[in-house]
């Protein structure tokens, strides 16, 4: 592994022989149960360890942000190797355990709904707005220690020889090992509409899309997870062959990258 720039930034001199990026979960704990057996069950099929990216936007929206936390912090299943990056909603509930009255905004953004995951009650939430002095001693009593130090130390983007991942894309013209946190998760209209040549593949989410989109130099798997029910895995061969899995319909399609 070489150093970065950004200290948040992975760069692997080599990548697994298959690998398997997933798109914004957004506290469907259910779907990715479902999508991490259909992984498992197809990693199965290739010699040597596998590797499993999660893209970021683990928390919020859905109904269960605490135990995927829970499940990120234990071993993962069947051996696999994991690397779990940070999305913008991992950085907007860090900065509100850390300091509520400056991020309070996160309530309206999915922020509530992670709380609700942790037990706390409309009303107790409804007090931290009106008390925000009062907020870091109550969430302290929910939210596990190890949540907030999980969140401290995710990376915000991963690249590997042919492909980059991040959770919502890169700056044109910037060094992956350059690249700053807040364009990695939040960066839009100057990602999505260039057409440079990055490299390598940038592999994202953060942008809602109906249908996995691979264009020239990026592919988008943000499938809307905690309203479509539909959460999408790009699988990476060593060759550069990719495939899509995703939950409901259980699809897979295959191209070449």
Not at 130 to 153: D, G, I, N
Not at 245 to 252: C, V
Request: aromatic residues 6%; glycine residues 10%; charged residues 20%.
């Amino acid at each position: 592994m070489k150093e970065s720039g950004n200290p948040r930034v992975i760069i692997h001199d080599d990548r697994p022989q298959v690998l398997y990026a997933i798109g914004d979960i957004h506290g469907r704990l259910d779907l990715f149960e479902e999508l991490e057996a259909m992984i498992l069950a197809d990693a199965a099929l290739f010699p040597g360890p596998a590797q499993m990216i999660l893209l970021g936007d683990l928390v919020d929206r859905g109904p269960a942000s605490s135990q995927i936390l829970d499940r990120m912090l234990a071993p993962p299943r069947g051996g696999m190797e994991r690397i779990i990056l940070a999305g913008n909603h991992e950085l907007m509930m860090l900065g509100f355990l850390e300091d509520p009255k400056a991020n309070m905004a996160w309530l309206a953004h999915g922020g509530q709904e992670a709380l609700f995951s942790y037990g706390l009650s409309a009303q107790e939430i409804d007090n931290m707005r009106r008390s925000p002095k009062t907020a870091s001693a109550l969430l302290r009593s929910y939210v596990p220690e190890e949540h907030f130090q999980l969140l401290e130390s995710l990376p915000t983007a991963c690249s590997m020889p042919g492909v980059i991942f991040a959770h919502a894309g890169i700056r044109p013209g910037v060094p992956v090992s350059l690249q700053n946190d807040i364009d990695l998760t939040r960066i839009r209209g100057e990602f999505l509409g260039s057409t440079d040549d990055y490299g390598a593949i940038v592999v994202h989410g953060h942008t809602v899309v109906e249908a996995p989109e691979v264009h020239p130099n990026r592919i988008a798997i943000d499938t809307g997870a905690y309203a479509t029910g539909i959460l999408t895995a790009l699988r990476v061969t060593y060759d550069g062959g990719i495939s899509f899995l995703q939950t409901g319909a259980g699809r897979m399609s295959t191209a070449q990258v």
